[in-house]
């Protein structure tokens, strides 16, 4: 499996943990109400909430819990402001990370990532210091059991798809960001299962982790997931598929 893929399904299995602890509806909370804030209310109009409110009923979030969210983005109820920053920088190895966080408080925010980071043998770089590394696709990821591969080759890329690739045991579906939507609802109209849909951060190179280094990365990973300023972690770490 690519490593962009390994981390993501990495992700969402722990994201299936977390939600059981609450961690997952606090994450998506945010975005919702930071998408409601930037570009409306309406999902129709708003394809960032259109994709928050998909991922959230795709976890079970309550109609209400959902509803006040955006309330609270388009000010309907009163919230909390959240920051939008984005930290770049390199853990062991020299692998390339990017941070997405949404935040009350930036001093907080960067003083609990940067410990993170030196915590596990990583630092904190400048901004752009490792972006260029990485292209912002939509990418949706289907087992080979559950589609033919031509039929999902040809639905894709008449939806708008860029690419479909064989991945080992599943297939993974590129779109550009714009086309993510298009891509996903027709494969939605036609029924087929897939494990993971998002619009991501696909390292262009990977960088392969060995022994202790894969170690303090899976540990840096998870301990970024767990702080509550962290919506979304991309890394162009490549790790043993037994130590995932």
């Known amino acids: 499996m690519s490593g962009h893929s390994k981390w993501a399904n990495i992700k969402h299995k722990k994201g299936k943990e977390d939600a059981k602890r609450g961690k997952v509806f606090t994450k998506l909370i945010k975005e919702i109400t930071v998408a409601a804030r930037m570009g409306g209310g309406d999902p129709n109009a708003n394809p ?9 009923k795709s976890e079970n979030m309550p109609k209400d819990n959902l509803d006040r969210a955006i309330k609270k983005g388009t000010g309907e109820l009163e919230g909390v402001n959240y920051d939008e ?34 915590k596990w043998g990583g630092n ?27 039929v999902l080759m040809e639905m894709a890329i008449e939806a708008g798809a860029e690419d479909v690739k064989d991945e080992d045991d599943s297939f993974e579906v590129l779109t550009a960001p714009e086309d993510f939507e298009a891509v996903k609802e027709a494969i939605d109209a036609a029924k087929i299962i897939y494990s993971l849909a998002e619009v991501t951060m696909i390292p262009q190179n990977m960088t ?37």
């Open 85 to 118: 920053i984005v930290y770049e920088g390199y853990g062991p190895g020299g692998a390339a990370v990017i941070v997405e966080s949404l935040t009350d408080n930036k001093n907080r925010s960067i003083a609990d990532i940067r410990h993170i980071f030196n």
């Open 208 to 244: 392969r982790l060995e022994g202790g280094e894969a170690e303090k990365m899976i540990k840096m990973m998870d301990a970024l997931d767990e702080c509550d300023d962290v919506q979304t972690v991309h890394t162009n770490a490549d790790i043993p598929d037994d130590m995932a």
């Open 124 to 150: 904190i770089g400048s901004t752009g210091c490792v972006a260029w590394m990485f292209d912002k696709k939509g990418l949706i990821v289907v087992g080979k059991d559950d589609v033919d591969e031509d």
């Open 48 to 56: 960032r909430l259109r994709t928050a409110i998909a991922a959230a």
